[in-house]
């Protein structure tokens, strides 16, 4: 069983930087594609970033390119979102979601594994 421990959320003011963090379980995570994703109150979730298995192909949403990267560390199966110059609407419960298919999309169903969410509150 595959699971997914997101932390490293809070309460920070606009202009802040923050560091999501995802540890996953389970010895394939190399294979695995990773992808964060993010839902504010009354809203649908959205994609905000992903990553393939190497680490080499990135991808981003436009609201979030240039002030957000991921990364991963696949000795410690771990993938980050290091999130810079947050803005308010940046306010969400943030999700990490792995794809066995090891393909970076941005299409949170075709993902097959999901975290619990982190909030990240961004006071303006």
């Known amino acids: 069983q595959v699971q997914l421990v997101e932390s490293g959320g809070g309460l920070v003011q606009a202009g802040d930087s923050l560091r999501l963090s995802c540890v996953v379980s389970?010895?394939?995570?190399?294979?695995?594609?990773c992808g964060w994703f993010r839902q504010a109150p009354g809203k649908e979730r959205e994609f905000v970033a992903a990553?393939?298995?190497?680490?080499?192909?990135?991808r981003y949403a436009d609201s979030v390119k240039g002030r957000f990267t991921i990364s991963r560390d696949n000795a410690k199966n771990t993938v980050y979102l290091q999130m810079t110059s947050l803005k308010a609407e940046d306010t969400a419960v943030y999700y990490c979601?792995?794809?066995?298919?090891?393909?970076?999309?941005?299409?949170?169903?075709?993902?097959?594994?999901w975290g619990q969410g982190t909030q990240v509150t961004v006071s303006s």
């Open positions: 979601a792995a794809d066995r298919s090891a393909y970076y999309n941005s299409v949170g169903s075709q993902y097959d594994y």
């Open positions: 389970g010895r394939t995570f190399g294979s695995y594609a």
């Open positions: 990553i393939s298995w190497s680490g080499y192909n990135t």
